[in-house]
């Protein structure tokens, strides 16, 4: 069974500062991929950035990038440049390739400071 | 491109009372779930659909809840009677499968229904 785990309940940047959030999971598939979703107080559950498990290179969109850490099943989410808009929960998720079915840590609370 | 639409956003019940809740997926997405995100935790597929056949709905409690997907399109999500722990926000995605190979396995959120059974 997969399982994801965020450890940080919550974290707290300064606006402008860069910040990383922390998850590990469990899987004993060779194929699977990662995401980062972001959640904001409207509810709403936005894709910030995906991980396919045979690629070597960390993904990277605009100021959020993933150190994925395949031999420790770690993907962390680095987040530069913060801005007050970050603020929002975020989730880590493993979804098993051909399952289709999204696995999600309890997440993490983001706070931007101005 | 219009996205995943659900509706009511939020309702109010009583214990033991029935509810629906509705889904309408991105035009195309053969593929459609029902999440629980129960305050605090991160969320849990309920069921998942291809078309109009359930997929996996092994984590829904068969004995009050209920969904469909009629015409392989809209889906509804049941519950009957509710229960104090069913308060939870109820998420639909969908998300798109196509041929041998084409998948993003992106799966693609709506604003999710807060319930609060009282």
């Known amino acids: 069974a997969q399982t994801v785990t965020q450890s940080q309940p919550e974290m707290s940047v300064q606006e402008a500062e860069t910040v990383t959030l922390s998850c590990t999971y469990d899987?004993?598939?060779?194929?699977?991929?990662l995401f980062w979703y972001k959640q904001p107080p409207s509810r709403q559950m936005i894709l910030v950035i995906r991980?396919?498990?045979?690629?070597?290179q960390n993904a990277t969109e605009n100021r959020f990038s993933v150190n994925f850490q395949k031999a420790a099943k770690s993907f962390s989410l680095k987040i530069s440049d913060s801005q007050l808009g970050d603020a929002a929960m975020y989730f880590c998720?493993?979804?098993?390739?051909?399952?289709?079915?999204?696995?999600f840590g309890k997440g993490t609370k983001l706070t931007v400071n101005p | 491109e219009a996205g995943v639409a659900q509706s009511p956003r939020y309702k109010i019940i009583e214990k033991r009372q029935s509810v629906a809740f509705w889904c309408n997926p991105i035009?195309?997405?053969?593929?459609l779930y029902w999440y629980q995100q129960i305050l605090g935790q991160g969320p849990k597929l309920l069921i998942q659909?291809?078309?109009?056949?359930?997929?996996?709905d092994s984590q829904l409690p068969k004995d009050r809840f209920s969904a469909e997907r009629l015409k392989g399109v809209d889906s509804t999500l049941k519950i009957q009677p509710a229960k104090l722990e069913d308060s939870a926000v109820y998420l639909c995605?969908?998300?798109?499968?196509?041929?041998?190979?084409?998948?993003?396995?992106?799966?693609?959120f709506g604003p999710g229904t807060r319930l609060t059974v009282t």
């Open positions: 659909f291809q078309n109009n056949g359930v997929v996996d």
């Open positions: 998720a493993s979804l098993q390739g051909g399952s289709e079915k999204l696995v």
């Open positions: 899987t004993s598939e060779s194929d699977y991929y």
């Open positions: 995605a969908s998300s798109f499968r196509g041929g041998a190979g084409q998948s993003s396995y992106e799966q693609y």
């Open positions: 991980q396919e498990a045979y690629k070597q």
């Open positions: 035009s195309g997405h053969a593929t």
